[in-house]
């Protein structure tokens, strides 16, 4: 199956074997699978609620996230990818990077490395950097920072106000700050996630 439509400006396309993971049958373009995808989200967004005494710097807990985001759409919502891409790390190094990075993260938050929205940043882009999963990476990515960010008593970040799945200018800002990020000056992100 083939979807119409055109993707976003860095968005990964996803091989034969991950689209036959399409659990809806209905869906023929980009724009019906964005806005299931977004429902997807939203029930997620809702279990977070329930979610609230997890540990949220854990590997289970951030592929339970990405299961529920995506859960009604995907049969491999939750499973790390099997396939090379033109962004991310190689398969095999996916689970012991996310430890890594979990294991960071954990660090800088307790002996205040960084201030905090700087932390979470940090936190964003490697996850973001590692692509864990086939698709979703930037939603998954972008919650599960705004979930650490209130689990420390901060606001979540704004995004630049904006729909970031979407082609557009604010997808255009933070695909540059993240560009601007894997070269090590976060500050073009810092702006934009709190901007």
Known sequence: ?????AQAPGATPLDPNEIEGLLPSHIATQDELNEWEQANVTRAVTWLVSARKRDVLGEKFLRELHRRMFDQTWRWAGTFRTTERNLGVAPEQIAPRLRDLLADTRYWIEHRTYPLDEAATRFHHRLVSIHCFANGNGRHARLITDVVL???GLPAFT?????LVRAGAARDRYLTALR?????DYSQLLTFCRG
């Open 159 to 163: 995004w630049g106000h904006s729909d």
């Open 1 to 5: 199956m083939g979807l119409g439509g």
């Open 150 to 152: 209130a689990r420390h």
């Open 180 to 184: 601007g990020a894997d070269a090590g």
